[in-house]
């Protein structure tokens, strides 16, 4: 937010939860059954020519969501899991051009509404954790996640089961 704003593009953060099982997959075991049920998640919204656009489908990079795409080439529409719910998992409108992008978007299942700043976001929402909880995400299962994330990112697609 700050670098667009850096280059005069007014901009700001949309609050909501997504439901745990869009994130089936990146969090395994364990850590996916002490997941919240509802994870606190945004986008940024930026104002170009008039208008309000939601860049929610830019989370994922075109690598990752490739090698999901070819591993599970028979999904042509609805598609939930390892950070992706769409109805158009084939096609999912996350380029932009003058346009809305989404590929989490299905997993909404609480809306905060629209902030200024990520502080005036969080200083009214924080993700519902024990401590115990809170330690773990924040210390091990954060990590776990990105190197899930990271193997498929980086695994032939035919060992990608594996």
Not at 19 to 40: C, E, F, H, V
Not at 100 to 119: A, E, L, S, Y
């Amino acid at each position: 937010m700050a670098l667009l704003r850096a280059t005069a593009i007014p901009n700001r953060i949309h609050g909501f939860t997504i439901d745990k099982a869009l994130q089936k997959g990146a969090i395994t075991g364990i850590w996916y059954k002490l997941s919240p049920q509802n994870i606190l998640h945004s986008w940024i919204e930026v104002w170009v020519n008039e208008q309000w656009y939601f860049l929610e489908g830019v989370i994922l990079d075109k690598s990752y969501l490739t090698k999901l795409q070819k591993e599970n080439s028979d999904c042509k529409t609805t598609f939930c899991g390892f950070g992706v719910y769409t109805d158009n998992f084939e096609n999912p409108p996350i380029e932009w051009n003058l346009n809305n992008t989404f590929i989490q978007d299905k997993g909404i299942n609480q809306d905060f509404g629209v902030f200024d700043t990520p502080d005036e976001f969080y200083s009214k929402h924080q993700q519902k954790l024990n401590a115990f909880k809170r330690f773990a995400f924040q210390h091990i299962v954060r990590h776990i996640m990105n190197n899930n994330v990271e193997r498929i990112r980086n695994k032939s697609v035919t060992n990608l089961k594996n």
